[in-house]
């Protein structure tokens, strides 16, 4: 951990993220893994991170709930909450977490909104062909 191998992994994060010209920006030193996870978590300027994508996320979802409709119920309710710990938080208080249990739960939090969305406003359930020509079928026959 520190040495040259752990530098290039970080490199290699930051590459994968499309983040090493905008890393060396801001930090134009070596590449240190709390200033890699502070910078892809928690830059608000940076459109890949973590903090600046779900914030976007927030104020989408809060267009297409018909302002507000989204954050009245569990789902929404996490999330704000998960969004407002993200304000207080920094590198360290991920690590002291564990880097995977935060990251695990970052993604559990982004699933359950894009789980929600879809049901709420995209999921339209299938429909029972038999059930509806039988329907019909009957309103022929009361027209009869």
Known sequence: VGGAVDAAQWHAVLRSASAVEAYRRFYVADILVSKVIEFLLFEESFPRSLLFCLR????????ISN?????GNETGLR????????????ATDVFKQGL??????????????????YT???????????AEIRFHQQQEQQQQ
Do not use: C, K, N
Not at 67 to 71: A, I, R, V
Not at 79 to 90: E, I, T, V
């Open 56 to 63: 976007q996320m927030e104020a989408l979802t809060h267009l």
């Open 67 to 71: 302002h507000g409709e989204m954050h």
């Open 79 to 90: 999330f704000s909450a998960f969004l407002r710990r993200l304000d207080d938080m920094d």
């Open 100 to 117: 995977h249990e935060f990251l695990t739960e970052a993604q559990e939090v982004i699933a359950s909104v894009g789980g929600h969305t």
């Open 120 to 130: 709420t406003y995209m999921y339209h359930p299938p429909v029972d062909m038999e």
